[in-house]
């Protein structure tokens, strides 16, 4: 299934993308280290936005199967860009942290590990962006 998004250059390096199913809409901006002020997301920042959501996404999918309420997980990434062979997003790090009071079995962490492994975002990216995910299991 394919969606549209309609992307409009607003000027002074900001732009405002559309989501075609939804409407829903977002603004970007350079970042202040590549020309920009840093008023919003640049999109290289929406490409750790991506990952992060889409783990904690798909751990969600397995937790509704399971009847597990993953509400209150927390998703912190840390972009680090590389300049060498060019300027590109080289390492994403991303903490997972589950919400308190419940007690998470090892079978259930590794279901929620294993599917937080299948994101699609993930799997879209170069091997060159290395990426680290680290899960918090507070009790």
């Not at 996404?57 to 998703?75: N, Q, S």
Request: hydrophobic letters at 35%.
């Amino acid at each position: 299934m394919a969606v549209e998004i309609d992307i409009v250059y607003t000027g002074d390096l900001h732009c405002e993308a559309t989501h075609g199913p939804s409407g829903s809409k977002l603004a970007t901006d350079a970042p202040v280290d590549n020309a920009g002020k840093g008023e919003a997301f640049s999109p290289t920042d929406l490409v750790g936005v991506a990952l992060g959501t889409c783990l904690v996404t798909i751990m969600g999918i397995i937790a509704k199967r399971h009847d597990w309420d993953l509400r209150g997980t927390r998703v912190h990434v840390v972009k680090e860009m590389a300049a060498k062979p060019a300027r590109r997003v080289g390492v994403l790090k991303t903490t997972i942290t589950l919400p308190k009071g419940r007690h998470w079995s090892p079978e259930d962490r590794q279901r929620l590990e294993q599917a937080a492994q299948t994101c699609p975002v993930g799997q879209s990216l170069h091997p060159d962006v290395q990426q680290h995910v680290q899960f918090v299991y507070p009790e």
